[in-house]
């Protein structure tokens, strides 16, 4: 099975207006993608849209979102139901710093519906970071029975090694890297990598083949491990 966990809606600040839920699953289907995840910026309220277009194309699919930490370590928090995704992901965008957004600078944040009719925007800037340290945040989602997988851990910026130095030795699920090689130090956990996309082409242009029947926190907990000991 072919899974990308890590996609922006239009609400997310960076991402393109053609990223509306039922583009999404039509982008995703076309990539080949088996089960995806709706992964905004600190806010969840583009998830039950998202459901609704995974229903009527029965794409089988996650919700979730992308924390920031307080030191700016971006991580992802995936759940199997999409009311503790709404409330974990509420307490989240409680947690952001008071900025208010700045559209022409940074984009609406619009909220939609699943035929792509705005209904909101997000009013606080989903770049800033939440009062929450990463060294809270992943046993805080783990607790909510998300899958917690700290995000593009390789990349220069927002990532647990450019941001602390180093990657702590956490009880992650997987760590996502954008490279073909992972860093030093990735070797204890399970490798995972996801489009991170913006736009309706790049969803699938990065991909992690899984074996697994379902779609759960707890099946894919153990796909992740098959994964890992491959890796060994």
Not at 8 to 27: F, N, T
Not at 122 to 132: C, N, Q, V
Not at 195 to 218: C, L, N, Q, Y
Request: with cysteine; net charge negative.
């Amino acid at each position: 099975m072919n899974i990308d966990f890590h996609i922006h809606s239009c609400l997310s600040p960076c991402a393109a207006l053609e990223m509306s839920p039922r583009a999404i699953v039509a982008g995703a289907k076309a990539a080949g993608i088996n089960c995806i995840a709706l992964t905004d910026h600190g806010c969840v309220e583009n998830l039950p849209a998202f459901h609704n277009a995974c229903v009527e194309a029965d794409m089988p699919c996650l919700y979730g979102l992308e924390a920031t930490s307080e030191e700016e370590v971006h991580t992802l928090c995936l759940f199997d139901r999409l009311e503790p995704a709404l409330e974990f992901g509420r307490m989240i965008y409680d947690s952001i710093m008071n900025v208010p957004n700045d559209p022409d600078r940074f984009g609406q944040q619009p909220i939609v519906t699943v035929d792509g009719e705005v209904t909101g925007f997000a009013e606080k800037l989903l770049f800033a970071a939440t009062s929450i340290s990463f060294f809270d945040l992943v046993p805080m989602a783990l607790e909510a029975g998300a899958l917690c997988i700290p995000s593009h851990i390789d990349r220069e910026y927002l990532g647990a090694i450019s941001q602390l130095g180093f990657l702590p030795d956490l009880p992650y699920d997987a760590v996502e890297v954008t490279a073909p090689k992972p860093p030093p130090g990735a070797e204890r956990w399970p490798v995972v990598r996801f489009s991170d996309s913006h736009h309706p082409m790049h969803i699938g242009r990065r991909f992690t083949k899984v074996e697994t029947e379902a779609f759960t926190v707890s099946a894919l907990r153990e796909a992740f491990q098959k994964l890992l000991k491959k890796k060994c």
